[in-house]
């Protein structure tokens, strides 16, 4: 059977109304996703604020090799070839309350994060803005 005109349009509504509220519960999950996010980010600064320190070419090699012990490690190659892309710099570490670690290169603006046994890879622009600032002493 087909349904009438007037059924058609109520389901229509129906359907709509469906829809916003999606909308609406979607861009709340966004809002406290953004709100966590924030906060993660805050409390890794202040982590940072109180870890960082510069750290010399020999330190960051023997760290390199106690987190990359085997010579086929994938992030192995990066993390050394950071440092011999930058040679003379200054680099800075620091280790945030969830473990993730940091080498910065403030000459460059580069740095990189990792956290053992996880993952790593480069700092996006909003952490090397946060580095900058505080090695800036900003």
């Avoid at 969830?98 to 403030?106: A, E, G, K, L």
Wanted: hydrophobic residues 40%; aromatic residues 8%; contains cysteine.
């Amino acid at each position: 059977m087909f349904a009438s005109p007037g059924c058609r349009a109520a389901r229509r509504r129906d359907l709509a109304r469906r829809e916003a509220t999606c909308v609406v519960h979607l861009a709340e999950s966004a809002r406290g996703i953004s709100i966590v996010l924030e906060e993660i980010t805050e409390a890794r600064r202040k982590a940072i604020v109180g870890s960082i320190r510069t750290i010399s070419v020999e330190e960051l090699k023997a760290l390199g090799e106690r987190l990359f012990p085997h010579l086929d490690h994938p992030w192995r190659e990066r993390f050394f070839a950071f440092l011999t892309d930058n040679p003379g710099a200054t680099f800075h570490h620091a280790t945030t309350h969830d473990r993730v670690q940091i080498v910065y290169c403030h000459a460059k603006d580069k740095g990189m994060w990792f956290m053992p046994g996880i993952g790593m890879g480069p700092m996006q622009p909003k952490g090397l803005g946060i580095f900058k600032q505080i090695v800036e002493g900003r």
